[in-house]
T-cell receptor
């Protein structure tokens, strides 16, 4: 079965600094990888996805992610963090049955 | 994209009772999914609900506890039966298109069982 792992429960960065939220994957075949964000008391919002093509994927709110096949990673990045980026971030993989399998989540805190 | 409406958005229920959560989508979709998100944790798939067939449940979830209906391509319900405090969670409805497309989520139902 497909799976993803997020090795960090918590990431803290200062506003204006670059941020990275890590994700590694384990799939058979071609991976369909996704990032979602969850703000307090809100549902999940789609940020970006990798299906095929360029390894650097750009998404919403200035986020991007780099697909690295040799390292089986799909890290989420942003060049300059905002306080409003503070939220819970989930990496996900599309399963063979088309449902989503989620990582444990990483809580990002951006401090002013 | 798809717009998903979930009802209720939150509820506080007595143990031993049941709650039915509704999920309405603004377009016809083949695949609908129900997830549970326990406090501070990730999303766990409960079941896949496809129209015209019985729901497929993941390990650890059973139909008697979480009966699901899928009467048409835009609507589904999840019932949490005989509730206990351990059922306190956020329950989310999700829809997805074909392989390689992203999934969309409702706002969730925050359930507290007392």
């Amino acid at each position: 079965a497909q799976s993803v792992a997020q090795p960090e429960d918590q990431v803290n960065v200062a506003e204006g600094n670059p941020l990275t939220v890590k994700c590694t994957y384990s799939v058979s075949g071609n991976p369909y990888l996704f990032w979602y964000v969850q703000y307090p008391n809100r549902g999940l919002q789609f940020l970006l996805k990798y299906i095929t093509g360029d390894n650097l994927v750009k998404g919403s709110y200035g986020f991007e992610a780099e697909f690295n096949k040799s390292q089986t990673s799909f890290h989420l990045k942003k060049p300059s963090a905002l306080v409003s980026d503070s939220a819970l971030y989930f990496c996900a993989v599309r399963n063979n049955n088309n449902d989503m399998r989620f990582g444990a989540g990483t809580r990002l805190t951006v401090k002013p | 994209s798809a717009v998903i409406s979930q009802k209720p958005s939150r509820d506080i229920c007595q143990r031993g009772t049941s709650l039915t959560i509704q999920c309405q989508v603004d377009s016809q979709v083949t695949m609908m999914f129900w997830y549970r998100q326990q406090p501070g944790q990730s999303l766990t798939l409960i079941a896949t609900a496809n129209q015209g067939s019985e729901a497929t449940y993941e390990s650890g979830f059973v139909i008697d506890k979480f009966p699901i209906s899928r009467p048409n391509l835009t609507f589904s319900t999840l019932t949490v039966s005989n509730m206990s405090p351990e059922d306190s969670s956020i329950y989310l409805c999700s829809v997805a298109g074909g392989s390689g497309t992203e999934a969309f989520f409702g706002q969730g139902t925050r359930l507290t069982v007392v």
